[in-house]
Structure formats: structure tokens, C-alpha cells
């Protein structure tokens, strides 16, 4: 989960040193893996709170964005945290481009390249909990181009009503999620169906033999017991 502390990010430089905390966690350094020494005076001032540093080893010039999917953007710290906010809580690339006065094709390329980030570095192990919980949502999808006959009929109320279980050939794929109790982490995926074939793989890929399952009582985990896992609804 990413906090964003409001009080403490209403002003540039608090902004600044959030981002550079983001995206440096172990300190800002030179393209080539050269730390800034502590006290190092800037190069030349870039904007408000960002400056370029020459590197004293290698002497290439670099600045907080250098390296990142930041790199060369003229966005401000602030306006930088007020997107990663709204990426985090999910609101439209539209209405974000709007509120921030932002051009609609950037914030989008920036989206799908977070989007990409995070999926090819999102945590894949199994969860280190003894005793876990497991549940699907339906999340409704591939239906913006349909027409409809009642133009006056808002989307979010017609949604997609199709009887039975959503699967991602009805446009209601399910998303599969495991959480540790103690850790509070979670294993998120998106699956084609939720038959006994497509959720048990995902269960033994997210959890250890000997765990406790805990789920509703849906046939598609009467296979955890024989896995070497407890299971029990709740």
C-alpha cells in the first residue's frame, strides 16, 4: 500500500523528499551507480526543488527523475504526488487530466508504464502466513463499444447482469485473491474461470503445504485438503 501523508505534502520541497524517497530509496546517486556526496552543491537549478548534480567520479549530470519513468518530464514534485495518488486510488486518466491540468496521452503513457512495473515486480512467492483467507471478486470488463438502446440508461447502473459466475469470456473475469491473516499481505490474480482447474494451482502457487485456508464454500477449493493444506469456510 502507498500512503500519502496530505499535511506533510503541501509544499514542494516535503513533496520533493517524498519522491526522492520513492524512487531512491538508498539515496540519490549518478547514472552509474555513483552516490551524492552529502553537502555536494547542485550543478545548475532545474525548477523549484529539482536540480541537476554533475558526478564527481564519473562526472555525467544527473538530477531526482534521471533513470526513472520521470526522466525529462517538467512536472513539478507536487504534481508528481498528486498523480501517483490518484494512480493508487484509481481514478480515471480523464478526470485526472482534467482536475491537474495535465495532457491526457501523458498521464496515460505513465499509467500503463506503472501498471507494468508493478506487475512484472509484484511479489509472487508464496505468503509466509500459517493461516490465510481466499475469496474472487468479478470485476466487469469489455464493454465500453457495445451499443445500447437506451442512451439515457447511465453505464454504471446497466453494469453487466449476466446470470452465473463471471468468467473472462462473459467480461466478468474473476480476480482470485489469497491474504495472510498475520501479514496482511495478499496474492492477487486474474483468472479465466473459477472451475477447481484454473483456482487450485493459484492456492499452492500462494501459500505453503501445512497453511490453513480459509474460504467460503465454494466447490472450487475441495481440492485444497488433498494439497496438504487445511481448509475450513468461515
Not at 462473459?170 to 496474492?187: A, L, M
Request: proline fraction near 7%; aromatic fraction near 6%.
Amino acid at each position: 500500500m502507498m500512503r500519502f501523508p496530505i499535511t506533510d505534502l503541501l509544499n514542494e520541497q516535503n513533496c520533493h523528499d517524498f519522491v526522492l524517497g520513492l524512487l531512491h530509496p538508498d539515496g540519490l546517486g549518478c547514472p552509474s551507480g555513483h552516490p551524492l556526496p552529502d553537502g555536494q552543491c547542485p550543478h545548475r537549478p532545474v525548477r523549484a526543488s529539482v536540480a541537476d548534480y554533475r558526478c564527481r567520479t564519473c562526472g555525467k549530470v544527473f538530477n531526482l527523475f534521471t533513470g526513472t519513468v520521470w526522466a525529462g518530464t517538467h512536472y513539478s514534485c507536487a504534481k508528481i504526488v498528486l498523480i501517483l495518488r490518484g494512480f493508487a486510488q484509481g481514478v480515471p486518466t480523464l478526470q485526472l487530466a482534467d482536475e491537474l491540468e495535465c495532457d491526457y496521452g501523458t498521464l496515460l503513457g505513465y499509467r500503463h508504464e506503472m501498471q507494468a512495473a508493478a506487475l512484472q515486480l509484484r511479489d509472487t512467492s508464496p505468503l509466509p502466513d500459517a493461516v490465510t483467507e481466499a475469496d474472487e471478486a468479478f470485476q466487469n470488463a469489455g464493454e465500453k463499444g457495445d451499443r445500447h438502446s437506451d442512451p439515457e440508461d447511465p453505464p454504471r447502473r446497466r453494469a453487466n447482469k449476466r446470470k452465473g459466475k463471471g468468467t473472462m469470456a462473459n467480461d466478468r473475469p474473476p480476480i482470485q485473491g489469497i491474504v495472510g491473516r498475520d501479514s496482511g499481505e495478499i496474492r492477487l490474480t486474474v483468472c479465466g474461470d473459477t472451475r477447481i482447474d484454473t483456482v487450485q494451482p493459484e492456492v499452492e502457487a500462494k501459500t505453503g503445504t501445512g497453511i490453513t485456508l480459509y474460504t467460503d464454500e465454494s466447490s472450487a477449493y475441495n481440492r485444497v485438503a488433498a494439497s496438504g493444506r487445511g481448509c475450513a469456510t468461515s
